[in-house]
């Protein structure tokens, strides 16, 4: 006895979805809760823990660490505002407990609203069996439309991690600070972590191979972020290439090409992730997959039957909200919605070191390169003119990147919680606002939201303080 389905046939045995979803990190959850508020029959596949990385072994985790780095400097540094507090060291059992803590209660949420929206949760590794199925053990999910979502894992150099050598999901579990460490690669993660070693105690050499940090910012946001990393006695070695490492009982031993030799407790390996999709029936189902990531169209079709992906096995940024936002985005598609595309370059980005780094659009540099050097202009709000930020002892800058007689096209901050302007920054940015649209706006004092009006009416002709 058959069941019929447009054009798919289906026997009894097996389970039938309007979407199946494999991997249940941010993009897989997102797709599937907002398909179910859709009214859609919603599986999710998940090999480990729903969640997925980010939850638990990559942002969540990493930003609880960077809270207590935070005390950790406020307590240190107290007599600064007046105060006096005696710093003795970070536990660091009682900031694993804090980092559970928040790790169980957002684990504890999601899985109600998994359970609340009746998306079904499957346990398992999947694997695409045909351009509609997902198999997991003895189960044959059968969808009328197929979600890849399998996230990625950290890249390695061919090299073993867990011991001396680490990644990161291995360093957010230390249960003592490390008195030093090595971090290969200046990226988002490496400097997040060369922040909060530093921060707790331990003595921080970044190597990498480019000629600034955070390579993909701008060049000033850069620039500044260096500046303030070795006032903090942070030591930066760029242009520089790792050669190899050796690790012993003690600690690991790391040479470079240009002939220096460091020793640390650690080597952290933090040179981006790789797209998880090897060995998992993507190819044999006709995926086509460029380093590994699945190409997809602007609409995240895979250009096989119905099969749509989403999050860090698509090339960009990889980031837990751009995951989000496309899972969202894929189940709108499905539903026949039409959703908006989102450009790369238009996603929010924030690093959570210290100083904090908030960006969206474009950097100056590339803005020059699409509109020519001699239509962009750009004006930058220093935190030394703003009250609220002296009230935190903060240095950094907001900058606008504008085309001339046209909008703001780039959007960057370096400072103390400057990750909670970013808000401001990507409306401006995606809705093509021109500085005279911000400039007769209030931004309320004493705050930090100040720069950016200060920035605006820079930009705008009529610069306040500046």
């Not at 309007?18 to 508020?37: E, P, S, T």
């Not at 992906?309 to 936002?325: E, F, T, Y």
Request: glycine share 12%; charged share 20%.
């Amino acid at each position: 006895m058959r069941c019929h389905l447009k054009t798919w046939e289906f026997t009894l045995s097996e389970d039938l979805f309007d979407i199946v979803v494999l991997g249940g990190g941010n993009g897989g959850y997102a797709c599937a809760l907002r398909a179910a508020n859709l009214g859609m029959a919603v599986a999710l596949v998940e090999a480990d823990k729903l969640g997925g990385t980010c939850l638990h072994r990559g942002c969540i985790p990493t930003k609880a660490l960077l809270r207590a780095a935070e005390v950790a400097d406020t307590v240190r540094e107290s007599t600064a505002w007046g105060v006096t507090a005696t710093f003795s060291g970070v536990d660091m059992l009682k900031v694993k407990e804090f980092q559970s803590e928040v790790i169980d209660k957002m684990y504890r949420g999601l899985q109600g609203l998994v359970k609340a929206r009746h998306v079904e949760l499957v346990s398992g590794r999947g694997y695409l069996t045909s351009p509609d199925t997902i198999t997991v053990g003895d189960r044959v999910l059968r969808g009328k439309h197929i979600v890849l979502a399998s996230g990625s894992f950290t890249k390695n150099l061919g090299m073993h991690l867990g011991t001396r050598i680490i990644g990161s999901e291995h360093a957010l579990f230390l249960d003592y600070v490390p008195s030093s460490v090595v971090i290969l690669g200046g990226g988002v993660i490496g400097v997040e972590f060369a922040s909060l070693w530093k921060s707790f105690g331990a003595d921080v050499t970044i190597i990498e191979a480019l000629p600034h940090l955070v390579p993909n910012e701008d060049t000033d946001v850069s620039k500044g972020l260096e500046k303030a990393f070795k006032s903090r006695g942070i030591k930066i070695l760029t242009n520089t290439r790792f050669a190899a490492a050796t690790e012993d009982a003690s600690g690991v031993n790391v040479s470079t090409e240009d002939g220096q030799q460091l020793r640390a407790d650690y080597l952290l390996v933090a040179i981006g992730r790789a797209p998880n999709t090897a060995d998992m029936g993507y190819e044999s189902q006709g995926i086509s997959l460029n380093r590994g990531f699945v190409t997809t169209n602007e609409r995240l079709h895979t250009g096989v039957g119905n099969i749509y992906a989403v999050g860090d096995i698509v090339s960009g940024p990889q980031l837990a909200h751009r995951a989000m936002m496309q899972g969202i985005f894929v189940a709108e598609e499905i539903a026949g919605l039409h959703p908006q595309v989102v450009p790369a370059d238009n996603i929010p980005r924030v690093t959570f070191c210290e100083p904090e780094i908030a960006s969206v659009g474009l950097t100056e540099e590339k803005a020059k390169e699409i509109y020519g050097a001699e239509n962009i202009e750009t004006a930058k709000s220093n935190m030394l003119g703003n009250a609220k930020s002296q009230m935190l002892r903060a240095t950094g800058f907001v900058k606008l990147v504008q085309v001339k007689g046209g909008s703001i096209v780039g959007f960057h901050a370096l400072g103390q919680r400057m990750g909670e302007q970013i808000g401001e920054g990507q409306l401006m940015v995606n809705w093509e606002a021109e500085a005279t649209d911000l400039a007769f706006l209030t931004h309320a004092h004493p705050t930090q939201n100040e720069m950016i009006g200060e920035a605006a009416m820079a930009l705008a002709g009529k610069p306040l303080h500046g």
